[in-house]
C-alpha cells in the first residue's frame, strides 16, 4: 500500500485561507470516509485535527476543515495564524487485512 | 483525561529484540482499538500495527509482518509491541495511539512517543 500523496509545502500569509490535498486510490480514500488529518510540531506528539473526513473533535477550532472529493481529501485552513506553522498528515482507512491504515508523506505549512 | 505514556526505547543491534509498552490511564482500555505509529528521524508518520482490545484481533504493516507483535493486558491497561529481527529501518520514533472510531485510524490520543535506534 503506497503513502498518500501530499504537497511536500503550502505557505500563506496570517489571516489568508490555505488548502492541503492528500490524494489516495479507489483502495482508500475513494473507498471509506475514514479520512483524518494531524498536526505535528516539533518535539511534540501529533495532535487529530480532523476525523471521518469533516469532523472536528472536541477543542479544535473551526478554522480547520475537512472535505473529499473522489480519490482525493482535503484540509482548509481559514484565518491563517503563526500557531498553525507545522507539519500537516493526513491519513485513510484501507479496510482490514495488512496495512489498515496509510499515511501522506506530510506538509509542511509555513506562515509568512 | 486520557492518557497514553510510553516505554521500553532504547539502542538495540541488528538483529536484536526490543518490547514496547504504552500505560494507558482516564478511559475504557478494554473497549478500544489501539495502534503503534512511528516516525523515523527526518521522514513522515507511518502505520505500524493496530488491535482490538477488547477481542484482541490485530493487523499489521507489511514490513513489520512477522517480526512485530501487538498485544494487550487489560488488567494492567497496557499495550505492547513486541519487535524482533530489528533491522536499521526500524530506528524511529513509536507512538501508541487510541482510536476514537474502531480501529478507523481516527487516533485522538497519543503519547509522547519512545525512541527505538538499530544500530551497531
Known amino acids: 500500500q503506497s503513502a498518500l500523496t501530499q504537497p511536500a509545502s503550502v505557505s500563506g500569509s496570517p489571516g489568508q485561507s490555505i488548502t492541503i490535498s492528500c490524494t489516495g486510490t479507489s483502495a482508500d480514500v475513494g473507498n471509506y470516509n475514514y479520512i483524518s488529518w494531524f498536526q505535528l510540531h516539533p518535539g511534540k506528539a501529533p495532535k487529530l485535527m480532523i476525523y471521518e473526513v469533516s469532523n472536528r473533535p472536541s477543542g479544535i477550532s473551526n478554522r480547520f476543515s475537512g472535505s473529499k472529493s473522489g480519490n482525493t481529501a482535503s484540509l482548509t485552513i481559514s484565518g491563517l495564524q503563526a500557531a498553525d506553522e507545522a507539519d500537516y498528515y493526513c491519513s485513510s482507512y484501507t479496510g482490514s487485512g495488512t496495512n489498515t491504515v496509510v499515511f501522506g508523506g506530510g506538509t509542511k505549512l509555513t506562515v509568512l | 483525561e486520557a492518557q497514553l505514556v510510553e516505554s521500553g526505547g532504547g539502542s538495540v543491534q541488528p538483529g536484536g529484540s526490543l518490547r514496547l509498552s504504552c500505560a494507558a490511564s482516564?478511559?475504557?482500555?478494554?473497549?478500544?482499538?489501539m495502534h503503534w505509529v512511528r516516525q523515523a528521524p527526518g521522514k513522515g508518520l507511518v502505520w505500524v500495527a493496530r488491535?482490538?482490545?477488547?477481542?484482541?484481533?490485530?493487523n499489521y504493516a507489511d514490513s513489520v509482518q512477522g517480526r512485530f507483535t501487538i498485544s494487550r493486558d487489560k488488567a494492567r491497561n497496557t499495550l505492547y509491541l513486541q519487535m524482533n529481527s530489528l533491522t536499521a529501518e526500524d530506528t524511529a520514533v513509536y507512538y501508541c495511539?487510541?482510536?476514537?472510531?474502531?480501529?478507523?485510524?481516527?487516533?485522538?490520543?497519543w503519547g509522547q512517543g519512545t525512541t527505538v535506534t538499530v544500530s551497531s
Open positions: 495511539t487510541r482510536d476514537l472510531i474502531a480501529g478507523s485510524g481516527s487516533m485522538d490520543v
Open positions: 488491535i482490538n482490545n477488547n477481542d484482541g484481533t490485530t
Open positions: 482516564g478511559f475504557t482500555f478494554s473497549g478500544t482499538w
